[in-house]
């Protein structure tokens, strides 16, 4: 199975501040279609995963432009350019290109 | 708006079964078109994967740990998702979640829209 390594797992961060998680994968993420299949999610407390980037960087519907995504490959990256209060919770990423799909052990952030 | 609803969680005993279902209430959105797959989690061990099932249920996939227990199902005229359980053993015990998949105006692996979730405990 592809492991997805995240770190790191504990990420505090002062309000205002830049935030950013890393992600890799033990096989490379480009499916044979072109596309890398890298998604991010944010679970906040008490609340099911969000989608928040697909395909690496497209980010979705509703979510702030302070979100952004990159890499490729094996290595990816998660940013946010100003960390908010209501961006506490967890991140995990998940790749979607070889079964099992798989996730990271995912990063809480939490406020300073 | 999508949501997806599950239901049918609870407890059950070691070695015995349970069936969740998922109900997808839109507007807009054909569940037909799209691959459902169902995803656990637990404190210890994060989002796991469990299985995925096809447009028109021929195809289903399950991650290893669940294969010959777990069985998914879909009904399309009834835009329901379902998740047998077998042989439950401790190690089941999560929060489960339906999860919209992928399709052809959704890309692979989409994974953008999750119910709610429904929390199965196996325990004695």
């Known amino acids: 199975d592809v492991v997805m390594t995240q770190s790191p797992l504990s990420l505090p961060v002062t309000l205002g501040q830049p935030a950013s998680i890393s992600c890799r994968s033990s096989q490379s993420l480009v499916y044979s279609d072109g596309n890398t299949y890298l998604t991010w999610f944010q679970q906040r407390p008490g609340q099911s995963p969000r989608r928040l980037l697909y395909?690496?960087?497209d980010r979705d519907s509703g979510v702030p432009d302070r979100f952004s995504g990159s890499g490729s490959g094996t290595d990816f990256t998660l940013k946010i350019s100003r960390v908010e209060a209501e961006d506490v919770g967890i991140y995990y990423c998940?790749?979607?290109?070889?079964?099992?799909?798989?996730f990271g052990r995912g990063t809480k952030l939490e406020i300073k | 708006e999508v949501q997806l609803v599950e239901s049918g969680g609870g407890l059950v005993q070691p070695g015995g079964s349970l069936r969740l279902s998922c109900i997808c209430a839109a507007s807009g959105f054909t569940f037909s078109n799209y691959w459902m797959s169902w995803v656990r989690q637990t404190p210890v061990k994060g989002l796991e994967w469990v299985g995925q099932?096809?447009?028109?249920?021929?195809?289903?996939f399950y991650v290893d740990s669940v294969k010959g227990r777990f069985t998914i199902s879909r009904d399309n005229a009834k835009n329901s998702l379902f998740l047998q359980m077998n042989g439950l053993r401790a190690e089941d015990t999560a929060v489960y979640y339906c999860?919209?998949?992928?399709?052809?105006?959704?890309?692979?692996?989409?994974?953008?829209?999750w119910g709610q979730g429904t929390k199965v405990t196996v325990s004695s």
């Open positions: 998940m790749q979607g290109v070889h079964g099992p799909y798989t």
């Open positions: 395909k690496v960087s």
């Open positions: 099932i096809g447009e028109d249920g021929s195809e289903k």
């Open positions: 999860v919209r998949d992928g399709g052809s105006d959704a890309g692979r692996a989409s994974f953008d829209i």
